[in-house]
């Protein structure tokens, strides 16, 4: 089972002959894929979600024996929200793919074909900490629409998947810069 996270610098974890010579199973350009995993802050939160969505389902099955099924079913309903907003928050972020570019945001999505894309580049820029009302200084990588205002910023050194690791955001960032100048003509 290809599993969509495990994405572009997955060569830099082994040998980088045995890398080379077996292709990624998403490895396509017409499929959408994230050309940098989810950092450790994003799955930690995901993981602590899907923690409180057990312990919810667990407690409607207690309120099913017990004998009280619109307090399970809420329950359930609950549960089934929790684990809809882990998998959601473990989406957020750019794709890409031979089309264009897809952020992914936690509630809502914007696709912009790459003809509609004017540049994508580094900004130093105040930047939000972990998504929280808080700014700090920082990096963050601004998609320019050929019309129109641009994107709302997603990836910056100080989010969810890159936190703590700035060779990481500078990898991502030469990547989607890369897939950019490629696709744009």
């Known amino acids: 089972m290809p599993l969509p996270f495990l994405t572009a610098d ?26 940098y995993r989810p950092g450790p802050w994003r799955v930690g939160a995901a993981a602590v979600l899907l923690l409180l969505a057990s312990f919810v389902l667990f407690s409607a099955m207690i309120i099913a024996w017990a004998g009280s099924l619109p307090g399970a079913a809420a329950c359930v309903v609950i549960g089934a929200l929790v684990i809809a907003l882990a998998v959601r928050l473990l989406r957020v972020g750019l794709w890409v793919s031979a089309s264009g570019l ?45 019309e129109g ?31 950019a100048a490629e696709y744009r003509s």
Request: charged share 25%; hydrophobic share 40%; aromatic share 6%.
């Open 10 to 35: 997955r060569d830099l974890d082994f040998d980088n002959r045995a890398a080379e010579a077996t292709p990624l199973p998403h490895d396509e350009p017409d499929h959408w894929r994230r050309p």
């Open 149 to 179: 205002d641009p994107l709302r910023i997603l990836v910056t050194d100080h989010n969810g998947d890159f936190l703590s690791r700035p060779e990481a955001f500078d990898r991502a960032a030469d990547v989607l810069e890369a897939w």
């Open 102 to 146: 897809r952020q992914v945001g936690l509630l809502h999505t914007t696709t912009e074909s790459w003809s509609a894309v004017a540049s994508v580049r580094t900004a130093q820029q105040p930047v939000r900490w972990l998504g929280l009302p808080r700014t700090v200084q920082g990096q963050a990588l601004v998609v320019h629409r050929a």
